[in-house]
């Protein structure tokens, strides 16, 4: 099964609002990164926060991660138009010692910002 | 620097064909993937090289597919004979070193339709 999973799958906002997303995990984590993707195009990395972080902030985004409760969540402050893409969380739950190469993807959040 | 380069952008092919699909990652990078991406599967990791050798190639679906890394500049990945089931968006992505900590960076993607 997944190990990272968004909520909501679709989000529709207004220029200027925040967005959150939200992603849950099911086994321990290293690390949990979030990506995004434009309509075409190959995914971008965002950020990445590690299991002993609780929040990290680059620009207009900042990220939590509760390990307790095995989620995070990816907040777009002053959302604008081109935030417009499917945003993913990546984690490498799950993995066995010799396998700490491998990243799981969710099925992302389409994220829809109208001008 | 160029990024990760992929080609070709769009293949469309008939069913029993050969499909090769190319990467070039970026320069320095000693890790890399390649993953399908599918609106019912999400992303999937195929096929993992570090330093020019598979470490991983459990997330190869068939004996049909199989890929190659002759040097460190170089990848393809064919598949033989495809199926309307391939269809897909295939990516190839490379990163710095290995471990979830390194982040990846994507091309743009191969879109494969099989009919």
């Known amino acids: 099964s997944q190990q990272g999973e968004e909520d909501p799958q679709a989000l529709s906002i207004q220029e200027g609002e925040n967005a959150t997303m939200n992603c849950s995990y099911k086994t321990s984590i290293n690390n949990l990164q979030w990506y995004r993707q434009n309509s075409g195009r190959g995914l971008v990395h965002l950020i990445l926060i590690r299991s002993n972080e609780r929040e990290k902030h680059s620009g207009r985004l900042r990220v939590t991660l509760d390990t307790s409760k095995k989620s995070s969540s990816l907040l777009i402050t002053a959302s604008r138009a081109a935030d417009t893409a499917s945003y993913f969380c990546?984690?490498?739950?799950?993995?066995?010692?010799?396998?700490?190469?491998?990243?799981?993807f969710g099925k992302g959040t389409l994220l829809t910002v109208n001008p | 620097d160029a990024g990760v380069i992929q080609s070709p952008r769009h293949e469309v092919t008939e069913m029993g064909q050969e499909v090769t699909l190319r990467c070039k990652p970026i320069?320095?990078?000693?890790?890399l993937f390649w993953y399908r991406q599918t609106m019912m599967r999400g992303l999937e990791l195929l096929i993992y090289?570090?330093?020019?050798?598979?470490?991983?190639d459990s997330g190869m679906p068939e004996d049909r597919f199989s890929a190659k890394m002759p040097n460190a500049s170089f990848s393809t990945l064919k598949i033989q004979p495809s199926e309307p089931r391939d269809s897909a968006v295939y990516f190839c992505?490379?990163?710095?070193?290995?471990?979830?900590?390194?982040?990846?960076?994507f091309g743009p993607g191969t879109r494969l339709t099989v009919t």
């Open positions: 990546a984690t490498d739950a799950g993995n066995s010692g010799g396998s700490n190469y491998k990243l799981t």
């Open positions: 320069s320095g990078h000693n890790s």
């Open positions: 090289f570090n330093n020019n050798v598979p470490i991983d």
């Open positions: 992505a490379s990163s710095l070193g290995q471990g979830t900590w390194y982040e990846q960076y």
